[in-house]
């Protein structure tokens, strides 16, 4: 609608400027036409021609010519004003220029005194030119209306003097009725013509619109349809590249995205209580049996499954914090002390020694709870599964803090490399639970080093068994980007 209404707008702007352009047009013609008869008409008034054998140059009706006195006097006219009275009053402001003074004519004849003819000076002196009258060079206009004629007429005034010096007044009319008729006509063509063509206008707006909208329309529709049990469907994508097909595509690769998010917070949830029911159970039935026979509770059993249920509580709730994409206040850790620090630490309630080789003054940009907590699930993995005991090592190495963690154990099999850093995830599905822990350990340490802008590998270990690289940046990535990536 806004369209077509901008277009009917543009119509009419344009349409009256082509009215007007033709109405200038059309009254100059006129203009032309009137200004040519009058100047023929006067050039012979001011040749000598006299006014009973005037040509008029009327070749239509409608076309007017009179010659008048200065008095007022019709000397000649047109048939249309045959028997009329002047068109207008003789003009007193327009002057025809000067004639020249008349002189007399030299006489032809021999000079009396002269005997001889040779010796006469008028038989060799042409004669003097005839005397020619004057054309006003102005001309000025006017527009009448002529009683029982056309309804208006464009009147040229022009003024000319014979060569005897009678000055007389030229009225060259044009009539204007043509020119109105031809507007008109213009006009009433457009008013009607302008509905039509905003009509087609609106139709093809309305056809173009709703074809370019339709696949909008049917993304809506799509997007109403989904919802949050089932974000697996699409919205469709159309053919044409053009930005709708780049919404759809967007569209798309939002939904999947978020499909992707909901379904791994549902496994996380499942998984997490099928983990939390177990535990719970175990507890509850060591209190019912206490709370019966109070000399058979086991404390120590008790309370080690408390601490356990702590510690899955305890990582479940950083696994979400990390999932929302929390960003604790962080600053610069020495790495190199952290590690120092957190093995000597642990050294007394560790199964197996752990051997270092830490370089000096490795720092790198982090949460100092999270990189210990890295740390510490990695060296708790080392200490499960190795034999002998746990290395660790740290150094720097082009732009990037390298940390790596290996035990001389059975090793992880390549087909599960990329599996245990899963959620829930106990490759040993024999090992109790008492043994081992919920298969969350490896997935925080890849959720931290993501948060760190680090990367994780693993790979077999110089000693037989796992070995765990971790390599993260020394500086803020946002402020050393030509780093190489590692």
């Known amino acids: 609608m806004a369209a ?14 082509v009215v007007s352009l033709l109405r200038d047009n ?3 013609r006129e203009e ?18 006299s006014t009973a054998v005037l040509e008029l140059p009327v070749d239509d009706p409608e076309e007017l010519i009179q010659v008048v006195a200065a008095d007022g006097e019709v000397l000649s006219a047109s ?32 000079d009396d005194d002269d005997d ?32 029982g004629l056309a309804d208006e007429y464009l009147v040229a005034t022009l003024t000319a003097t ?18 109105q008729e031809t507007v008109d006509g213009v006009v009433t063509s457009m008013w009607l013509g302008l509905p039509a063509v905003l009509l087609v206008v609106a139709m093809v707006t309305w056809l173009v619109t709703g074809r370019a909208l339709r696949p909008v329309a049917a993304i809506r529709a799509e997007l109403a349809e989904i919802t949050a049990g089932d974000l697996s469907r699409r919205v469709p994508v159309p053919s044409a590249r053009d930005e709708i097909h780049d919404l759809a595509v967007t569209t798309n690769a939002t939904l999947a995205a978020l499909d992707a ?6 496994r996380f949830i499942a998984d997490a209580s099928h983990e939390l029911r177990s535990p719970l159970a175990i507890l509850r039935a060591q209190l019912e049996v206490a709370a019966s026979h109070p000399e058979l509770l086991d404390l120590p059993a008790t309370l080690g499954d408390v601490v356990r249920l702590q510690s899955l509580a305890t990582d479940l709730l950083l696994l979400a914090r990390l999932d929302a994409g929390e960003k604790p206040l962080g600053g610069t850790i020495d790495l190199s002390d952290l590690v120092r620090e957190e093995i000597a630490r642990r050294a007394a309630t560790d199964r197996l020694p752990v051997r270092l080789d830490v370089a000096d003054d490795v720092t790198v940009p982090g949460v100092r709870n999270h990189v210990v907590r890295l740390l510490a699930n990695l060296v708790d993995n080392a200490q499960h599964h190795s034999a002998t005991a746990v290395w660790v090592g740290l150094a720097g190495e082009r732009g990037y803090a390298v940390l790596r963690v290996a035990d001389d154990g059975p090793g992880i099999p390549d087909s599960d490399r990329d599996r245990v850093f899963d959620r829930f995830v106990r490759l040993d599905e024999s090992r109790s639970r008492d043994e081992g822990g919920a298969g969350l350990g490896l997935a925080i340490v890849k ?12 790979g077999r270990a110089p000693q037989g068994g796992a070995e765990f690289t971790v390599r993260l940046p020394t500086t803020p990535p946002d402020t050393d980007p030509s780093r190489p990536s590692g």
């Open 79 to 110: 048939p249309s004003l045959a028997g009329r009275p002047s068109l207008l009053p003789p003009p007193e402001d327009v002057e025809p220029s000067p004639s020249p003074s008349p002189s007399d004519t030299p006489s032809t004849d021999d």
């Open 261 to 266: 998010a909901v379904s791994q917070q549902r």
């Open 4 to 17: 077509t209404f901008v277009v009917a707008l543009a119509l009419v702007a344009v349409g009256a400027f």
């Open 32 to 49: 032309l036409t009137a200004e040519m008869n009058a100047r023929s008409v006067a050039g012979q008034l001011a040749a000598g021609t």
């Open 447 to 458: 959720d931290v080093v993501a948060g760190h802008h680090g990367r994780i590998t693993l």
């Open 116 to 147: 001889d003819d040779d010796d006469d000076f008028d038989d060799d002196t042409p004669p003097p030119p005839v005397d020619q009258g004057k054309v006003g060079g102005g001309v000025a206009f006017e527009t009448v209306t002529v009683e």
């Open 26 to 28: 059309l009254f100059h």
């Open 162 to 179: 014979s060569p005897s010096g009678e000055r007389m007044v030229v009225y060259s009319a044009a009539s204007l009725a043509a020119q």
